[in-house]
């Protein structure tokens, strides 16, 4: 199984990914593992707050490259935060 997140830091900025691994990914974006980009070290700390479960990595790899077209924190927040 796969996953499309979000994340998202205290200042209001949001983070789109995918991986295998949910929960050791979102530990490498706050530092607790290595493996990351300067980018979530730098502008962490950073909590889930979507995801989205995904047969294979072809199809997450799709949905989050869909996600981060719409370049817009409002489209994220109305329509995926909206229900979650």
């Given at each position: 199984m796969?996953?499309?997140y979000v994340l998202q830091n205290a200042s209001?900025?949001?983070y789109i990914g995918q991986t295998a691994d949910l929960?050791?990914?979102v530990q490498q974006h706050n530092g607790q593992e290595k493996g990351t980009g300067k980018?979530?070290?730098k502008n962490g700390p950073w909590r889930?707050?979507?995801s989205e479960e995904h047969e294979d990595r072809v199809s997450a790899m799709r949905r989050e490259k869909q996600i981060k077209a719409m370049?817009?924190?409002r489209w994220i927040r109305e329509n995926l935060?909206?229900?979650f």
């Open positions: 796969y996953y499309v209001g900025r949001f929960q050791r990914r980018y979530t070290l889930l707050v979507w370049k817009s924190a935060l909206a229900d």
